[in-house]
C-alpha cells in the first residue's frame, strides 16, 4: 500500500490532541488550502506523498511493489523557532508512538529512517518552518 503511506501520517498526526491543540485544523494533505494561505493561519502542517523508490524488485520478481520505497514530507510552519521546535518534536514523537500502536495494520510502514532540513525563516509572513522527511519501508 506504498501508494497510502501519507494517509498513515495524517491518521497519526490528526489523532495526536497535543498537535491538535498547537495547530488546530490545519493538517493538510497534500495542499494548503487557498483561502487559508490568504489569512496566514499559522501554526500549521502539510503533509505530502513525496514519491517511491522500487527498492528490491527486479523484472523477474514475482510481486511488483513488495518492498518499496516511500518518502513523506512534513512541513512544519509555526510563529517562532521556539514554537516550531515544540511543533516538530510533538510530531515526532507522535508518529512513533503511533508507530509503535498500529504496528500491524494495513496503512503502517514496516520501518522508516528520518531526516529533517534545516530550519527556514520567511520574513514576510513571518514564520519559522522546517521539512520532515521520512524514508519508509513498504510492502503490499
Known sequence: MSLLTDQFFF?????SEAITEMVGDRIFNPYRPTVDENEDKIPYIVLRFAGLQNSLDTKDSGVEGDEDKVTIEILCVSESCDSLG?????????CASYWDA???????PLDWTFSAEEVGY???KPCCYQWLIYQCDTNI
Open 122 to 124: 520567511d520574513q514576510d
Open 11 to 15: 491518521n497519526a498526526l490528526t489523532a
Open 102 to 108: 498500529h504496528r500491524d495494520e494495513e496503512l503502517t
Open 86 to 94: 515544540e511543533l516538530t518534536e510533538a510530531v515526532r514523537q507522535q
